[in-house]
């Protein structure tokens, strides 16, 4: 026989039995609450992200970069925003009429002429 199937063997036998050489019971302190709750962080924002602030009764007008990853942007087209927000050439845009204070994202399409598309985020710290 060989030393791995003389170990399996036992080791399979008490497994299927329950018998660990421990004493019988439950464990005592295997679901008793922590100390302190543990919280997820907030994601934090993909690498392509443009941040900017904006007023209560201020319109926005975001110049974007002119490249992303070292390839020239042909164009952007605006994939999804807050109300009243848009994209004018190089330039992001937002009147925020109306808007709720805290952070607003919008998701923008770069085209460039030789590869494929990529995506921004434009982020937006809106205070009243």
């Known amino acids: 026989m060989t030393l791995l199937r003389r170990l399996f063997l036992p080791v399979l036998a008490a497994g ?19 100390g302190k709750a543990w919280v997820a962080s907030a994601p934090s924002p993909p690498p392509d992200t443009v941040r900017a602030s904006a007023d209560a ?12 990853n070292e390839h020239p942007v042909a164009r ?3 994939l999804r925003g807050p109300a009243l927000s848009g994209v004018a050439g190089r330039s992001f845009t937002w009147i925020p009429e109306g808007a ?16 494929p598309p990529d995506t921004l985020v ?3 710290r809106f205070r009243p």
Do not use: C, M, N, W
């Open 122 to 124: 434009v982020q937006i």
């Open 16 to 34: 299927l039995l329950g018998v660990t050489g421990s004493e019988a019971g439950p464990p005592s302190t295997a679901f008793e609450p922590g």
């Open 76 to 78: 952007y087209t605006l």
């Open 57 to 68: 009764g201020t319109p926005l007008i975001l110049p974007l970069p002119k490249s992303l």
């Open 100 to 115: 709720a204070p805290g952070i607003h994202r919008a998701l923008l399409q770069a085209e460039f002429g030789d590869a």
